[in-house]
Each structure stands twice: as C-alpha cells, then as structure tokens.
C-alpha cells in the first residue's frame, strides 16, 4: 500500500495557507453544512490564531455538536485486561524496560469479577485494553470478550465491547470481530515518522507502516468499526491534527466510510516516566485542536477520557465530544478492589488519570447541565453500523432513534442504580425531553417503553 501521510504536504499547508478572516468563516459555514473538511481547509482553522477567530471556530463547533447531535453524551468504561508488553513506548507506565511496573494478566475469574463491579455501577458498554504481548493474541482477546459479554448481574449486563490492543494481521482481526466486537480502536500516537521512530524503541510497535495500515488490515477482515487516534504531547499538535484528517480521508476514499471514533488523548504522568516534554500541548490549543476535529470531521464520534480533569472535560464536552468514560479505574483488577476515587497506584496503571468522579457523580452532573447521558447500543445490536454515523447522516435519526434510545438506557440507570437525587432529576429530565419529543410519531410508543422499564423490563430500544 502506498503511505498515505506525506510530511511534507501536510508541513506545506500548515506553512503556507492563509487564514483571513473571509477564509475562517467560509471554512465554519462548509462543516456547518455537513462537509468534512479538505486538508486545506483544516490548515485555514489551525492557522487562525487571532482570538476573534478562535472563538468563532469554537462557537462552530459548539453549533455543529448542538444542531447535528443534541445533548446525548455517550458513556463508557475501559476495563484493563493484562499489562504485558513486549515494546518499549517512552511515554508508557507499560514499557517493557519499566522494571517498577507489576506485570499482571486478568485470569478468566478477575475478568468476571471486574465485569461485575462495571455491571455494579451501570455501565453497558467497555471499552477493553492490553498490552502487546505474545500472549494477548486474537484468540486471547476474543475469548475475553466473549467472557464479558456472558456475565449477568441483576438486571445489569455488558452490551457492547469494543477493544484497544496492538495490531493484528487479517485472520487475527476475524477472530475478535467474530467474537462480537464494537470498535477496534488503534492510535497513531504520532503521525510523525522521526518523532515514531524517537518514541517507540523496542518491539513490533517500532514499524510505523504496520500500524498506520492496521486498520486497513481491520477494513480487509471486515471490521468496518475502527477508532483512529493521536497521542497529543509527542510532537506538533497541528500536524497530528493534519495526520488524523488525513489518515479519515484515506478510509473514505478506500472503503467509503470514514472510521467511528477520533481520539485526542493528552500525555500524563506514568510511573518512572521520562520524556521529551517539547510538545505538550497546553489547555488553550486542546481545546482550540478539538474544536478544530470536531469541525473537520463532522460524521465521527469523538472521545475524551479521564486523563483530562473534570473541569477540562466540561468546558470541552461542548465543543463536539460524543462519548466520554465514567467511574474510570485503570488499576489492573481494580474495580473490584473497590478502591476509593482518586487513589490510583501507579505501578498497576497504565497512566494516571484526573477525572476521579464515580460513575453516578458525572451521570448527576450531565443530568443536572442537561446533557442526556445515554448507554444505547441499539445500533450495534441491530447491526446499523456506524451509529455516529447514522446520526449525522440520516434525517430526524436522532429524534426517532438516539434520543428515545437515550431516555431509556437513562431510565434502566436510574431504576437500578441511581440514589434517590439522581433519580428525581433524572426523570425530570426525561419528562422535559419527552416534551420536546411530543411532536413526533414516537412520543406514544417512547412512553409505553418508559413504563415498561420502571415495571423491570429491560434492554427495550428502536
Ligand atoms: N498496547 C496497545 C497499543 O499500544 O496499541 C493498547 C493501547 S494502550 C494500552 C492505550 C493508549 O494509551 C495508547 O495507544 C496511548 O495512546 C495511550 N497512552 C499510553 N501512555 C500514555 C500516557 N502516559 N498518557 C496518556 N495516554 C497514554
Ligand atoms: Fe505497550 Fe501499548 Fe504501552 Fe506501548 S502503549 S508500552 S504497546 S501498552
């Protein structure tokens, strides 16, 4: 396959693209109509650095989320499976010459006990994560999704699993996706060839081809569900907004889908961590770069994790953020620890994180700013793929379908593991919005699925 990141064309439009004023604003008016942007045009938004400009990318961001998404905030958990590793990441608390890291592997009982304490708290969708190791082969994984997805609790079960593990060659990414994979999420890290090669210096991670092309090796086996991402802090945040972009135009223009989720996470702090710290990117060009990402391509979802801290997370959930984690334990066996929030053991964590809310705490502060936070699979389990994209592309998609499929995934929530505040706001909200619903053909129907929900049904979507 011929690469399809050129440094030099992407260093020439960000050196050599104006970005008046006339420009900015055209460029916002093309993604408010839907138009995922040229690397050209992408280069204009990252070029503005007059703050007027700034604030109006931002404020099209903002519109775009509000007018294309509404207030849905999916939510999600990553549940650590084995921190193995055979590579050598120099910003990973996981590298193999980490010798203050402890090396653990969930055995099939932890795993059912960590689904537990997820399936505790309310999550519905898991995000899984591994080391790369020869041990963690597709096999492996698929077998450990198919673990989680066979635990029951109550009323509580895991509906969708997507995966972040190393790259796998065609008949590997068969054996996960046929063990009912949601998103197979793999991250650039850097889209930067020298800076790759600087980072990543020892194990298969060093080949930057393989990686780049892993999920197209993912496309070929028929897993049309990927989540590309960069890790912000390694080298110039512009190019690796250029390199994402470039590398959503390559899925379009070889598959004709774009993939399902960008991410953008932000380096922290690892145990024994030593890095060039030349490129970390400060608050005001994150929130300028998701922004940015959110304009650019307007069809993905976008994901932003507890690294960021609370307040971080709620300033930019405005600016175009679709799905965000919750409860989030990173410790290898933690959940079931049922360790207090914010008392993280860096020698079992992959990074440290800085959003320590529960679960409940962050359902209770979308709840009570508006937001409606959702757990729905409905998609995935139809087998409407591309459920961010759905909800972009098609008409009245998100009334007819996000919305109600929101309110009860919120509902089941609220039933059975809200405390009692939670829940009164909870169904407040869902009232107000089953008013802002009353127009459509499904207002009727949404409510008989709301009844039967607080009479213990389950798992009811459209
Ligand atoms: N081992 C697999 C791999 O490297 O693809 C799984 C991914 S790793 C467990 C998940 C992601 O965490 C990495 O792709 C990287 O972007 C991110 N990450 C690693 N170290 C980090 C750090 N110190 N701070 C923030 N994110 C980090
Ligand atoms: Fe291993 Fe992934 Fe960490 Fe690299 S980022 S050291 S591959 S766990």
Redesign the pocket.
Known sequence: MKPFIDPDEIWDYINNTKADKKRVREVIQASLNKKRLSLEETAVLLNATDPELIEEIKEGARQLKEKVYGERIVLFAPL?VGDL?T?N?Q????RSTNKDVKRITLSSDDLINETLALIDQGHKRLIL????HPKYSAEFIAETVRIVYSVKHDKGEIRRVNI????FDIPGFRTVKDAGIGTFQ??Q?TYHEPTYAKVHLGGV?RNYEWRLTALDRAQEAGIDDVGI?A?FGLYDWRFEVMGLVRHVNHFEAVYNVGPHTI?F??????LS?NIDRDHLVTDEEFVRLVAILRLAVPYTGMILTA?EPAHTRDQVLRFGVSQIDGGTNLELGGYSKGKKEGDQDLSME???INDTRSLNEIMDELIRTGYIPSFCTACYRLGRTGEHFMEFSVPGFIKRFCSPNALLTLAEYLEDYAPAETKEAGYKLIDQKINELAKTNKVESLKEKLSQVRTGKRDLYF
């Open positions: 650590y590793c590579n990441c910003y990973c608390g996981f994560v591994y080391g790369e972040n593990a190393a790259p793999i991250f890290e991670k991402g890790l991410s996470p932000r380096i922290q702090n690892a961590l690294r992959q990074f440290q």
